[in-house]
């Protein structure tokens, strides 16, 4: 008996101990952003990349000190959402007003369409693989559908699946083997087979949920699958086979999208009710 009460206190303070060591803190200024805070993503020297700073259609970076200041304004009545890296200076941003991917120089700060796709409802979240394959969510959200493309310089878009939910968090496995989608409105997150040419196959249900939204989403460098959990104000932590294992608490009720440090060891969440990001230490 006193072996037992023993060890259900111990896993009570490794418990209590496990969920202390994850809490979030501001990483910039309440209201630097607008209330569209998208994004972000983290270049190679660790500055954090965030759309709309201080007003619609710009993108401001962060450095890792969480000093802010306004990167590019996009041009002709662009605004981003989703931002991901491919080489180390290419900078790809879904521009939903437009229905482009567009694609910034980061040490020239030049921006050019890579892809423009007018049957788009518009281009919201978008991953990449290692070999440069874009993918993109594609949401209709005032019939609470959606579509996922393919994003290539060589074909443009190309149309994977339509007709979905309303498709919106997006994420490639780190190696390359599977892809992430997730419907908003339905709380669904499915994954698909990836082959090395971007085709997907496969598609099954990975999670679900039954409250509040979904939005952003990035595998950490373990695979597990961090989630935005919209309305809730909280970070949905997924292994690889589908088990939630945490969710971690937000000061704000809102993530919109969610990056990492380039260690790893911590994660960087916009937040669309408080037009900043905030900051949570990993490990």
């Not at 007003?55 to 996009?74: N, P, R, W």
């Not at 088990?243 to 919109?256: A, D, F, Q, V, Y």
């Amino acid at each position: 008996m006193k072996q037992i009460i023993v060890l259900s206190f111990l896993f009570l303070f490794l418990t209590n101990c496990k969920q202390k060591q994850f809490f979030s803190e501001d990483f910039t200024l309440e209201g630097s952003f607008t209330e569209g805070i998208e994004g972000p993503a983290t270049d190679n020297q660790g500055n954090i990349y965030a759309v709309n700073f201080q007003e619609q259609g710009t993108i401001g970076m962060v450095s890792s000190d969480g000093h802010a200041e306004l990167f590019v304004k996009l041009p002709d009545g662009s605004i981003g959402n989703g931002i991901r890296f491919g080489h180390s200076t290419q900078m790809f941003v879904a521009d939903y007003t437009n229905h482009n991917i567009l694609e910034i120089d980061i040490m020239t700060k030049q921006v050019k369409v890579f892809a423009h796709q007018s049957e788009a409802n518009q281009p919201n979240d978008i991953a990449i693989s290692s070999k440069h394959t874009i993918f993109a969510s594609d949401p209709n959200w005032s019939d609470n559908t959606g579509n996922l493309w393919k994003v290539t310089k060589e074909n443009g878009f190309e149309l994977l699946e339509g007709n979905m939910g309303t498709t919106n968090g997006i994420e490639v496995s780190n190696d390359d083997s599977k892809l992430y989608v997730n419907e908003s409105v339905q709380r669904k997150v499915w994954v698909y087979d990836l082959d090395e040419h971007g085709n997907v196959s496969n598609k099954r249900e990975f999670i679900s949920f039954e409250d509040h939204g979904l939005d952003g989403m990035r595998c950490d460098d373990r695979d597990n699958l961090y989630i935005c959990r919209y309305g809730k104000g909280t970070i949905a932590v997924v292994s690889p086979n589908g088990i939630l294992l945490r969710e971690i608490k937000l000061k704000g009720m809102k993530p919109s999208n969610i990056t990492f440090s380039n260690d790893y060891r911590r994660c960087y969440v916009t937040m669309a009710d408080r037009g900043c990001l905030e900051t949570v230490k990993l490990k």
